[in-house]
């Protein structure tokens, strides 16, 4: 069975330092995708970042980048600079094809705060 | 903007009631993916339309169904509504079939409440 899990309800960082936001997964796949999701308190999500399970350098978008080990079945999110705009509810999943089709699993969040 | 719409925005109806969320995907997706966001289950994937024909299927319940029209449309129909039905129905789109190659772009949601 495919699973996701963020052990990190909750996360404070300070203002222009950086931040990690955990996440590891289980899957029986040989080929997946994992994601990354930003929910602001507006409630939208947002796409932030993908790593195919194929790819082997990390993936980076701006200040973005997943720290993937895949031997650990881990995709961890790097924040750089946080910014007092990255104060949301940030969301990691993977996607895969198993029998059936394919479906995609959300872990239960990480809420960061970034203080000012 | 993500590019999906969803209408409408809130949605307020009573137990026993049918409903239907609308979703219209990013210009050239032809995949169309529901999900679900309630406070004690967290974010759930319902289903997944490719081009008209499901492609994957979630967590769904049998009170509920979805379709993808040829203009690429999507419904989510509700029906036999319960309080616990209350939630944040997501619609996502993406590119491709292949659900792992693709980002999904998300509308910004149906807040569903059931009284």
């Not at chain 1, 079945?73 to 600079?81: E, F, G, R, T, W």
């Not at chain 2, 529901?34 to 024909?53: A, H, P, T």
Request: glycine share 10%; with cysteine.
């Amino acid at each position: 069975a495919q699973k996701i899990t963020q052990t990190q309800p909750g996360m404070f960082v300070q203002e222009k330092e950086a931040v990690t936001l955990d996440c590891t997964y289980d899957t029986s796949d040989p080929s997946y995708g994992l994601f990354w999701y930003k929910q602001p308190s507006s409630g939208e999500m947002i796409f932030l970042i993908y790593q195919g399970s194929y790819d082997q350098q990390n993936a980076t978008e701006g200040r973005y980048s997943l720290n993937f080990q895949k031997a650990r079945k881990s995709a961890n999110l790097v924040i750089s600079a946080s910014q007092l705009g990255d104060s949301a509810m940030y969301f990691c999943a993977m996607r895969g094809a198993n029998t059936g089709g394919f479906k995609t699993i959300f872990g239960a969040g990480t809420r960061l705060f970034v203080k000012a | 903007d993500s590019g999906v719409t969803q209408t409408p925005k809130h949605l307020i109806t009573a137990t026993g009631q049918r409903v239907t969320l609308r979703c219209s995907p990013r210009s050239g997706d032809l995949s169309v993916y529901w999900y679900q966001q309630s406070l004690d289950q967290g974010l759930q994937f319902l289903i997944q339309y490719y081009n008209g024909e499901e492609r994957a299927k979630g967590n769904i319940l049998e009170r509920f169904s979805a379709q993808q029209f040829p203009d690429l449309h999507s419904e989510l129909n509700l029906s036999s509504l319960e309080l616990g039905d209350s939630a944040l129905y997501f619609c996502a789109s993406s590119a491709g079939r292949v659900a792992g190659a693709h980002e999904q772009y998300f509308g910004p949601g149906t807040r569903l409440t059931v009284t």
